[in-house]
Nanobody, 121 residues
């Protein structure tokens, strides 16, 4: 069984920084993509940042230059360094893993439990 455990969300003032992490455990043969989504109350969940197995990264325009996604392959952990936080960054941040458990299985999507990020003065 594959499990994603998220941590690092908090209440911070505008301009502050946070670095949530998401650790994957279980039988994982290969990781295709790890990404971060966020969802504000009453809003649709949106892709914030993604990183592929080859290290290619992608960000939503609103966080470019402020957020950085990275990974530790040995620990099967992905991080989201968030700098210059704004109130509009507030929401529940979810980690998503797309991975195959073996060479004989197709890629499967797994979601973390979410971690709350609140930016307020």
């Amino acid at each position: 069984q594959v499990q994603l455990v998220e941590s690092g969300g908090d209440l911070v003032q505008p301009g502050g920084s946070l670095r949530p992490s998401c650790a994957a455990s279980g039988s994982i043969f290969s990781i295709h993509t790890m990404s971060w989504y966020r969802q504000a109350p009453g809003k649709q969940r949106e892709l914030v940042a993604a990183i592929t197995s080859g290290g290619n990264t992608n960000y939503v325009d609103s966080v470019k230059g402020r957020f950085t996604i990275s990974r530790d392959s040995a620990k099967k952990t992905v991080y989201l360094q968030m700098n210059g936080l704004k109130p509009e960054d507030t929401g529940v941040y979810y980690c998503k893993l797309v991975a195959a458990m073996s060479t004989f299985t197709i890629a499967t999507t797994y979601w973390g439990q979410g971690t709350q990020v609140t930016v307020s003065s």
